[in-house]
């Protein structure tokens, strides 16, 4: 599903602009601050509705602007060709369009553009919270189950009133909370499993191809002692949780575990090495998606070189070239790029300053 045409204009330093790009490689290259990473950020504002490098969209809003507008047309397989329009004013207000129809909800949007960033605060992916893993999971499950999205709601708003009633110290309406909630969960800790357990060969195998030396083990909690039934947890947790006021056990808490002998992989790996494994659970899950739907992921590369050798850089172009993804790769210079790796198709791109220009090669 690449993107042929970017707009952009507002957004950091980047001068407005137009974009014509390749269904293939896109190479990215310009001096430090010239706004590599903010065309990136521009993808992702539309595709995530939110940047990965701020949570507060007035640092992405140029100083000079009012509003940000990012415009989209993408060759989607299943939609055809069609238009994602984002405006987002100074005052907060925004507007979603797929062609010339309101979006409602971001959900809509992402579900049509499923975009992967690797970038060098990649490595939060193993040492950061377990949210973070757990939104990791996630995405692979949102775009290859359908419902998904509705499932996780109703958990929300399970664990929600189950908090409420603990909060109030309600004690005699819990068991009638209790059975909504364990429902819901278990359907949404099924999907996770199911999701996980052909995730896990997929990831072998990228992994090998991006360092065999590299042996990382992937283990799924629940959220709750695996060998115990969820309904059993929360009869013996429910004291304490009616003293915390809030659901200690669920799907809420679950937490995908990376491990080099049973040690946490973020202990125990180089930067570079994780962020290798960090690659290798995004591209695999891009991998999947792919085999799963038939649709394909777009891969946002920023400072390809930051962490990574000359051979491992290589071994990550490839398998994007192999996965036949759209790819955006940026780098302070050409020649850590294309010294390593002529791929067949690509578009060569170069930002001064906040403009950007097509090389021509
Ligand atoms: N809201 C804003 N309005 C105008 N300019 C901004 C705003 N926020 C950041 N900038 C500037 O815009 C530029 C954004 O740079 P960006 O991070 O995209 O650069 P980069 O090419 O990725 O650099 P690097 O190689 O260092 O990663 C920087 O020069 C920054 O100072
Ligand atoms: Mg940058």
């Given at each position: 599903m690449p993107i042929r045409h970017l707009s952009i204009s507002?957004?950091?330093?980047?001068?407005?602009l137009e974009l014509s790009l390749h269904s293939g490689v896109n190479f990215i290259y310009g001096a430090n601050g010239s706004g590599k990473t903010s065309i990136l950020e521009a993808i992702v504002l539309i595709a995530a509705g939110k940047s990965f490098r701020t949570s507060q969209l007035k640092h992405v809003l140029?100083?000079?602007?009012?509003r940000i507008e990012i415009r989209m047309t993408v060759e989607d397989e299943e939609l055809g060709e069609c238009t994602f329009d984002s405006l987002r004013l100074k005052s907060g207000d925004q507007l979603l369009k797929l062609n010339d129809s309101v979006l409602t909800s971001q959900a809509e949007a992402s579900h049509w553009l499923p975009v992967q960033i690797i970038d060098p605060t990649t490595f939060k992916l193993l040492s950061g919270s377990p949210e973070e893993r757990r939104q990791f999971i996630d995405w692979g499950v949102f775009h290859v189950e359908q419902n998904f999205m509705d499932q996780w709601r109703t958990f929300r708003k399970q664990l929600k009133q189950r908090n409420a009633v603990l909060k109030q110290k309600e004690e005699e309406w819990l068991p009638v909370w209790n059975k909504g909630f364990v429902e819901s969960a278990q359907v949404i800790d099924e999907q996770r499993r199911a999701y996980l357990k052909r995730f896990k060969p997929e990831f072998e195998r990228i992994l090998k191809a991006l360092d065999p030396d590299v042996d990382v083990t992937l283990a799924y909690y629940p959220?709750?002692?695996?060998?115990?039934?969820l309904s059993d947890v929360l009869a013996k947790q429910q004291e304490r949780d009616m003293v915390l006021g809030y659901?200690?056990?669920?799907?809420?808490?679950?937490e995908l575990r990376i491990k080099v002998d049973k040690q946490p992989a973020a202990e125990i790996l180089s930067r570079g090495q994780q962020k290798t494994v960090v690659a290798a659970l995004k591209i695999a899950q891009g991998a999947m998606f792919q085999q799963e739907t038939g649709r394909r992921t777009i891969y946002l590369v920023d400072d390809l070189a930051s962490e990574l050798d000359e051979k491992h850089r290589f071994a990550l172009c490839k398998l994007l070239e192999d996965l036949k993804c759209q790819v955006f790769i940026t780098s302070i210079d050409k020649e850590k790029l294309t010294d390593i790796w002529q791929p067949v198709a690509s578009k060569v791109f170069h930002v001064e300053q906040g403009q950007v220009s097509e090389d021509s090669r």
């Open positions: 507002g957004v950091r330093n980047l001068q407005p140029n100083h000079d602007a009012d959220g709750w002692d695996k060998d115990s039934e659901t200690q056990a669920g799907p809420h808490r679950a």
